[in-house]
Structures are given as C-alpha cells and as structure tokens.
C-alpha cells in the first residue's frame, strides 16, 4: 500500500491517495508557505514521509457544506473534515499547524467551536477546529509556530462527531488543498499520511484537563 509507485495515481477507497509528480518541493518546517504544496495536513506523522505515521480520512470534501459562519467569505467549501481510519481514536488525536505561520486567534468562534486560526503571510491562512479544548492551554496569539506545533487536540466542539475541520485560505477566500503533504489528491472518503512532524508547543503542553 505504500509503495512508491502509488504515487502517480489517485488511488481507490482503502488506499492512500498521492498524486505527485517527481522532484516536488520538500517543505522544510520553518519556511513560509507560498503555495498549498508547502502545507501538510495537520495530523500527526512522519516529518517528510507520506506513506508512514497516523492515516486519517476525508469524510466530507469540497462542497460538502458551506460553513454558516461568515468570519471569512466562502471559508468552508474547500474545507475537509478530517478523522482517524488506522484504528487509533479521533479524540485527543495531536493537531498540527499545518505550515509555518502566526497563531492570529486561538479561542472559541461558533461553528467551529474551539478552533486555532493562523496567518502564514502573503495572503496564506489557514483554520483548524472543533478542538477539545481551549488552544490557549498550548499556543497564544502572536505565537511564531514552525510546521508542526502542537496546536490542540481533536474533538467535537460545536458538532456531534470528533473530526478536524481544515481548510487553508488565500487572500480570504477558501482554496483547492489538492497538492498538500507530497501532492495529494482531494477526494471524499480518501485516506491520507500528512507527513507533518511534531514539534512541542510554545507552552509545553500535550494534554487537556
């Protein structure tokens, strides 16, 4: 299944999904974004390798929904809702940032319950949401994060199910995620390694109360 030469197909439902051409750019965790390439989903993995660590699922892709809140306009069709399909527990599963950038809110925003919005200059932004708990405990707005801090954990604040809600904007509006973590392809049901290494948060915090 993770073999190298999946990686120029767009795999069935039970595989993982790459679509990658060869000599893709390797993001390093303290760069900044300039294109949806350098962003790797925010799960745990192995820092680089996209066919080892954590795999999770997409059950609801672009179009799925559009989010009911306006904080950013069209901020939910290119989202992905985000859960573990390796047999490990959605909830209290580590959320990563998923490029370099500044924690511009971390808190509590309806629809997305407690949730960590990050500026990754040059128009890049990105959100993820429906943590378990308070971000704060783990980051603070201002924060300088590389690729990878530990954000929070997973859970089902402000939803019924524990996911991760993520999409990356640009210039405000929501963008395609086809080409993060080593070229992957967007499509529902599809299963993903993130290749996004953990890094320690600010605070040091691992845990929730």
Request: proline share 5%.
């Amino acid at each position: 299944m993770f073999r190298k030469h999946l990686l120029w197909a767009s795999l069935a439902l039970g595989s993982i999904v790459l679509s990658s051409a060869p000599g893709v750019a390797v993001a390093q965790a303290d760069k900044w974004p300039a294109s949806i390439r350098d962003f790797k989903f925010p799960f745990s993995g192995v820092m680089n390798d996209y066919w080892h660590g954590e795999i999770w699922r997409n059950t609801c892709g672009y179009g799925c929904y559009k989010h009911k809140n306006t904080y950013y306009p069209a901020a939910g069709y290119y989202s992905v809702d985000l859960v573990r399909d390796d047999g490990g527990s959605t909830t209290g599963s580590y959320v990563l940032a998923p490029a370099r950038g500044i924690v511009s809110f971390a808190g509590r925003m309806d629809g997305y319950g407690w949730c960590v919005v990050m500026d990754h200059r040059n128009g890049w932004k990105s959100i993820v949401a429906h943590l378990q708990c308070d971000p704060n405990l783990f980051v603070s707005p201002g924060n300088d994060l590389l690729q990878g801090t530990l954000l929070g954990l997973a859970g089902k604040t402000d939803t019924t199910t524990p996911h991760i809600h993520f999409s990356v904007w640009k210039d405000n509006i929501s963008v395609r995620l086809d080409g993060i973590s080593g070229g992957a392809t967007i499509v529902d049901n599809g299963r993903y390694c993130s290749g996004n290494g953990f890094v320690s948060p600010p605070k040091g915090r691992t845990t929730c109360p």
